[in-house]
């Protein structure tokens, strides 16, 4: 647990901080979504509820729109 949470909140502070420092936003919103597509790969793996799953879907979707705009 520690071996994605530690990354994941790194890259969400990075996210945050993007909104002053310009240039970490788009690797941050990239490696996040990368992150949790896994976590999706993960709960279909082990047959989890759509409804358990829609974050792990929905964060990849925000973050391809900040790594776009």
């Known amino acids: ?3 994605v949470g530690v990354p994941k ?3 969400a502070v990075a996210l945050i901080a993007a909104i002053c420092i310009h240039r970490v936003a788009q690797p941050a919103a ?3 979504g990368v992150l949790m597509l ?3 790969v993960m ?3 082990v047959k989890d509820p759509i ?3 829609l974050s792990s879907i929905a964060v990849p979707a925000m ?3 900040i790594a776009l705009l």
Do not use: E, P, Q, T
Request: a positive charge; hydrophobic letters at 55%; proline letters at 0%.
């Open 1 to 3: 647990m520690c071996v």
């Open 9 to 11: 909140v790194r890259l």
């Open 30 to 32: 990239i490696g996040l």
């Open 38 to 40: 896994g976590a999706f």
């Open 43 to 45: 709960h279909l793996k």
């Open 51 to 53: 409804k358990k799953a």
């Open 63 to 65: 973050s391809a729109a």
